[in-house]
């Protein structure tokens, strides 16, 4: 006569649930790395995309403010003007597609009552937005307010002097 053992069979079960418990684990650890791993994807596209603006910005700067007549029909338009775009390798990367985008936008510069005219500059000073599209998931704008001095000689005898530092009467 065969007597059944109560114990049979309970160190499959007990086999089976650390297996289980184990490939969870692994499941979630598998997780998060990958979730740590896309994040720091992120930071890393977010941190090329600024540098991306910074450039197209430092290329415009110059552009634009060798342009000053042209600045008028180019304000509050929200697309690139063609005398930017004409002037500018828009490719940063060196694969043949453009990076980045160049607008102009003028600042506050309009007195109360009369409401804020973004087509017109009063003051000149105006915004170069530089907005970098190469990294399609976190695409950055940079802006900076810059001003047209005019050009010229600067007379030592003049009102002020050179740079405002007094003059010589």
């Not at 001003?147 to 005898?157: A, H, K, M, R």
Request: net charge negative; glycine share 8%.
């Amino acid at each position: 006569m065969t007597a059944r053992c109560s114990q049979r069979g309970s160190a499959m079960l007990v086999t089976l649930l650390l297996i289980t418990a184990l490939l969870s684990g692994a499941a979630i650890l598998v997780s998060t790395q990958l979730s740590a791993n896309r994040s720091t994807e992120l930071v890393r596209s977010s941190t090329w995309s600024s540098y991306c603006a910074e450039a197209g910005l430092s290329a415009a700067r110059p552009v634009v403010m060798a342009n000053y007549p042209q600045w008028a029909g180019s304000l509050g338009t929200g697309v690139e003007p063609s005398w930017i775009a004409s002037a500018l390798d828009h490719d940063l990367a060196g694969d043949g597609a453009a990076d980045f985008t160049i607008t102009l936008k003028d600042n506050d510069d309009e007195t109360a009552p009369a409401p804020n005219n973004l087509a017109r500059d009063n003051d000149l000073r105006i915004f170069i937005i530089s907005r970098c599209f190469k990294y399609r998931e976190v695409p950055k704008e940079v802006a900076e307010l810059v001003q047209f001095s005019g050009g010229g000689t600067c007379y030592q005898s003049q009102q002020g002097g050179c740079a405002s530092n007094g003059n010589s009467n």
